[in-house]
């Protein structure tokens, strides 16, 4: 299998040494490897995260540009269609799976693109199992 939807809970352990593991530094090398397909959201997922991490003295400047420079060469394919389709089936999901708007969006990216699903959200992983959503698992 390769691309996969990439939620951004999946990426913070990539940012933040204490969150690593060797099952998280698998899913990086899977996405470096293979690509992952993100909605535009996943951006500003990952910068409110890296901001509140420097904000909070949990990074510092040099970690923070480290952690940008290695989102930056992602091999990502971005997908757009989500604000096209808030309202109608993002809402549903939402409202079926009792998500968060920025979950559901992700759910229905996977939905769509027929693509396994790498988040470490629990309930994002319990609402992906439910609609019959394979869930990326690599590493232990």
Known sequence: MSLCVLDASATFPWLFEDEASPATD???????????????????????????????????????????????????????????????????????????AYDAGYLDLALRRGLPLATSDAPLRAAATAAGVSLLTIGA
């Open 26 to 100: 698998a899913l990086l090398d899977h996405v470096t490897e293979h690509g992952a397909v993100v909605p535009a959201l996943w951006f500003l997922e990952c910068t409110n995260g890296l901001a509140m991490a420097e904000r909070r003295g949990r990074i510092d400047g040099t970690s923070l540009v480290a952690a940008v420079a290695l989102l930056r060469r992602l091999p990502l394919v971005v997908d757009d269609a989500a604000p096209s389709r808030a309202l109608d089936a993002v809402l549903e999901l939402a409202r079926t799976h009792r998500l968060t």
